[in-house]
């Protein structure tokens, strides 16, 4: 026992830890930098490169540690380069760890939701701040455990550095059980200290896994104040705005229908006057022979459409007429083959000289154009709170300031009633909530145009009528242009100026939104309302019963 004390503090051991954790640490920091780049390669479309990197990691995984740490250590030098055995052992680890760590990123990378990286484009983010801000956060919290893993793997690794002659804890333990003989008591040190370095990186994985963890409670500490995508703390202010449950999903209000009937009656009144002084308004987006296919399949079709400042279009059209693809079109989340989409008089994505920009000029022109985009599947950043789902590409994309973008974030939820739900997770909110979150966060830069791409469609029924109202608000109070794509029949009569019916990618019919959904002229139209229940009777039926 008192032998295995002796070796286990002898400064001789001890000093091998230290050209033990260089060369780790060499191997690490090595393989983080050269896995980026590997990874980039690989998710890159330019095909040469993601070979390239594969190539690489066909090479660098399928042959031994111990032959790179040879290779770096006695062949560099006959090509003129000469490293110290340490800086050696370090790039062979680091060459050997790269591909590992490339996989990590890659699938961390992969993983996270498409839909939100979507509605980080329709937002106007470049693919730099969508990388920072939205990718890497979600991506670095899912690849904690297996970089624990791989680090605590090259730290063991690390011993083959013994073979060319890097003097740490392996080989010092070797040559000192050597001279004593005494390997028991020198190997059972040697291990315990193995022991306690990689004890050292799995407490440090769980330090950061517990920083990282989205539903502990709000970190005070200096760690994760430091994390860019820290959530952050909510002022006891905001929370107390309200008290009681503002949420009609919660406080079902009978409001609702009052106020839907009270926008209905408005409608009617004015629907002759706002259609003559729509007429007048300037377009707001033009789309002139949009055609589209996917392979084989035509899904848009020398389509045109104007939509003037203020107006409210209904899309309506069977599954699969290519009301999504069209909206994605007008953001330009989507290309097209032909045909000219204008919006606010530009023609968004492209150059004066008619070429297509890069996605970050294109990301940039979206932000100064103004085009918010909702969708059906909400698409909210899950790593964010509600408040920071709507702040942050405030400050990320215009550049707004904290405190001016927080308040305007919580402006906006207390508009959609969920003042009382600022510092919640996606995750922790209703379908309902979240839908009405991101219409708040499409709002908040004051969009020439919002897109909602049938946002109710992924609801259940008793969570609908509560963001049809927010909706319902946004065209009778603001008078915003919108072009919805929707099933809700009643809710196109009493809120849309206009209904456009889609079928097979192409405008079959257009018109005032009663008069199509009540006297539909093309007998397409005619089949799709009868098929939804929606003839002139059925259009008067609540809401919620109104489903595809
Ligand atoms: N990425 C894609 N690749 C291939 N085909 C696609 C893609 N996206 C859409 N499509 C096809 O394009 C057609 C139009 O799709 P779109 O989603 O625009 O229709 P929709 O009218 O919005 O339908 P729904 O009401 O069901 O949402 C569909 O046939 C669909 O399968």
Redesign the pocket.
Known sequence: MDLFLHYLTLPYLLKGIGFTLAVTGLGLAGGLVVGMVLASMQLSRFAPLATAARGYSIIFRGTPLILQMVFAYNALPLIGIKLTAIAAGGLALALNEAPFIAEMLRSGVLGVDRGQVTAGQALGMTPGVLMRRVIAPQAIRTMVPALGSESISALKNSSLASVISVQELTLRSTQLASSTFDFFSVFLASGLIYLALTGGISLIQLLVEDGLDLDRQVSKSRFARLLPWRRGRVKQAATKVRAAPEDPSETPSPDTAGHAMEVSAKAAISAGERSISLASHEEAVRVTGLSKR?DE?S?LDGLNLIVRTGEVVALL?P???????LLRCISHLDGWDLGQIHVGGKRLGYLPSGQLMTQHDLANERASVGVGMVFQQFNLFSHLTALENIAGPLRWVHGMSQEDADRRARELLERVGLSHRVDALPRHMSGGQQQRVAIARALAPNPSVLLLD?PTSALDPELINEVLDVIRRLAVEDGLTMII?THQLRFAEEVADRVVFLSGGSVVEEGPAHEVLTQPRHPLTAKFLSVMGANTESTHQPIHEVKA
């Not at 599954?319 to 693809?325: E, F, P, V």
Request: neutral net charge; without cysteine.
């Open positions: 996917y399949q899904v059209g599954s699969g007429s290519g009301k999504s693809t049938e794509s």
